[in-house]
């Protein structure tokens, strides 16, 4: 191997550590690495670079903010120490739902030894979709009754379209489709019950929800309403799929990525979350991982279709057009149609 070969480019180095190369990008703005520079003045990873990388990608896979990994790095035991309960607690919350599983199970084991036989529903409610599995429904107007297939189960599923496409109008069909489904709509409002309401009643979710806000805060997300109310609905203490409509309304840049990122290390077995999107902050194409789906809706309402993020793909063009930064989308957010009189 030659000296050059050991020397990576950020695309490189970012393509063996399995993260994207934006990700390389803001751990350099935070000052966690520092690539070297070659003569001409770009960007390498040596094999020193590349350790530390690993390390930082390594501690972000274990759920560490990015104030937690610097502390780490830094030998910081109190931040160390912070940073493993910050995880203990995450967990704590996984394990949380399994229970709530467990003792539905048991709950139907009992009716079923006092002669009372669990519905199909009842049992359906016990376990999510599994990779692979189809459920499908038929597609409302604007469309013609035309059938739509959810593929398997994934964490973390987009929905896209330009305005008017009908894609709220889909979310809300995956919403009742999808057993113990859940829909945050506008108003950021479940079933017409409100975040406010929802932390009050229950003390066990507004603990969940201020841990997930501190991690976010680190991360550069600000605190505000908007971000509450969509992490009262992210950490409800369910199995069940969250469809949240236009999941970046209200939130600036830096709480989209911050988002974004806290939604990706989640895991493969989190909870499944269709978001509407129309923000490149929310949905950033390169960066999509094995987990994650893209569900595009045609401005002229030709059926919803899974696009593939890969350039050249069918319907990935389409999809980018769909997409703005959260300043355009500001602009935009509730601008409506309207056609000339006469």
Not at 51 to 64: D, M, Q, Y
Not at 69 to 84: F, I, M, P, T
Not at 185 to 208: E, I, S
């Amino acid at each position: 191997m030659s000296n050059s070969d050991r020397y990576l480019s950020p695309a490189d180095a970012a393509r063996r550590l399995g993260v994207s190369a934006k990700a390389l990008r803001l751990y350099e703005q935070r000052g966690l690495i520092a690539p070297l520079r070659t003569a001409a003045g770009w960007r390498v990873y040596g094999p020193d670079e590349m350790e530390r990388a690993a390390e930082i990608v390594a501690l972000r896979a274990l759920g560490f903010s990015l104030a937690q990994v610097a502390r780490v790095l830094e030998q910081d035991s109190q931040g160390l120490a912070e940073a493993l309960a910050a995880h203990q607690a995450s967990l704590e919350g996984r394990a949380q739902q399994i229970n709530a599983t467990v003792n539905k199970l048991q709950r139907l084991r009992d009716d079923l030894a006092s002669g009372r036989a669990p519905s199909a529903g009842e049992l359906a409610r016990l376990v999510t979709l599994p990779d692979g599995a189809v459920v499908g429904f038929d597609l409302p107007w604007p469309w013609g009754g035309e059938r739509f297939d959810l593929r398997g189960r994934r964490p973390l599923t987009y929905v896209v379209g330009p305005l008017f496409s009908g894609k709220t109008r889909l979310a809300r069909c995956i919403a009742q489709t999808l057993p113990d489904a859940a829909f945050l709509d506008l108003g950021r409002t479940v079933d017409g019950t409100t975040a406010q309401d929802r932390l009050a009643a229950d003390p066990p979710l507004r603990a969940r929800v201020e841990r997930a806000l501190d991690w976010l805060v680190e991360d550069g997300a600000v605190r505000s309403v908007a971000l509450v109310a969509l992490l009262a609905a992210l950490e409800a203490d369910t199995a069940g799929a969250l469809v949240v409509d236009m999941i970046e309304q209200d939130l600036d840049a830096a709480s989209q990525r911050a988002l974004t990122a806290h939604l990706r290390r989640r895991g493969a077995d989190a909870r499944p979350l269709f978001a509407l999107t129309r923000s490149c902050e929310i949905l950033d194409l390169d960066g999509v991982g094995p987990h994650e789906a893209v569900i595009f809706c045609p401005a002229n309402h030709a059926p919803p279709s899974y696009v593939a993020p890969h350039r050249g793909s069918p319907g990935y063009e389409a999809v980018a057009t769909c997409l703005a930064s959260p300043e355009v989308r500001a602009r935009t957010a509730r601008v409506i149609a309207q056609a000339p009189a006469g």
